[in-house]
């Protein structure tokens, strides 16, 4: 009876084994739909997204815990995707009760002085006065991302506070395991690509030591001209640009046609964006977006080119040139946090509709 009984449950338990790898695979795989319609990039989920399937997450994990963070610690995510002979697109959607678009905002003091607003936590990074993101992470060729995503390349310093033996205040850093290993990273920034209409398309390498890059691992894709830097004098003491008060609809960050002269004709209590901002031109801006943040969510609509051919494009940019295979992602979101996000321990996949 005993032999009898090991022949007929081996199948059922492989059976089963099969039915979870399949159920797991199922539901952390993002499905790209082939579309013949077009995609307006305009943060609005119209009709051609309803063919497309949402994966969806709760991303509730932090790296860190910053001492003054009051941002959420949880949220409901999903992310869409279509795709045409040309381009792949995402519709993706967090929940954000705050809509953060404060960037070390300047502000006018009653001496009539200027103040960049800070407020940084004990490792050097803010949490208060800061913007929203969110980011994705592609595998392109470092072993390893299948089974443990993202955290392949983040780094958490030890009780010491060291790095790959290198001694800071940084809670982490990002760089792949091994040299010739590259990750793709896309990196929406409310403030300084909000207006620009873009993600700030950057990857990752093995690169540690900080003095050949001070990010170390993390690094920007090439770039022609355009980006974003600090509207501020040279003598650090006011803004440089800008006569708009700030506002979270168009004078958040300053750009291109608004750069002239500042002209201080504010009163004590009011805002100055502290961020000059124009497009950026090469392989750094492949990515096209239009964010909307409405009644506590963020709506993120991107677009790029499958097949990209900028500078060290292989090197830097996940290739959707193969719609037969899996590809592998992790994300997450920033609540008006420099380094601090949200994300989930999943290994996410997406798949090509054939």
Known sequence: ??????????????????????????????????????????????????????????????????????????????????????????????DDPTKSLDRFPWEKQQDNTWKRLMNKDKTGHENTYYEDKASIYWNINARGFEKKGCAIACHMADAGGVVADVQQTSPGRKFTPRQGETIDMWHWKAVRTGLTGQFDDQFVDATIDPVVNKNWGRKSDHKTGGGYKDNITDDQLAPAMGTKMWNDTDSYAIGPDDQVLFFDTFKPGHRLASILVSPFTGSRGDISAKAVWEEGKWMLEFKRKRVTTGEKANEQDVQFSDPSKTYYFGVSVFDNSQINHLFSHRVLKMKFEQ
């Open 1 to 94: 009876m005993s032999a009898h009984l090991s022949g007929t449950v081996k199948p059922i338990v492989v059976a089963i084994g099969l039915l979870t790898t399949i159920s797991s695979f199922a539901a952390n795989t993002l499905i790209s739909s082939k579309t013949d319609q077009p995609v307006e990039l305009d943060g609005v989920e119209e009709s051609v997204w309803l063919k497309a399937a949402p994966l969806t997450l709760v991303l509730d994990n932090t790296p860190y815990e910053p001492a003054q963070y009051e941002g959420i610690r949880e949220t409901n995510y999903s992310i869409q995707s279509l795709y045409d002979d040309e381009f792949v697109y995402f519709f993706v959607q967090w």
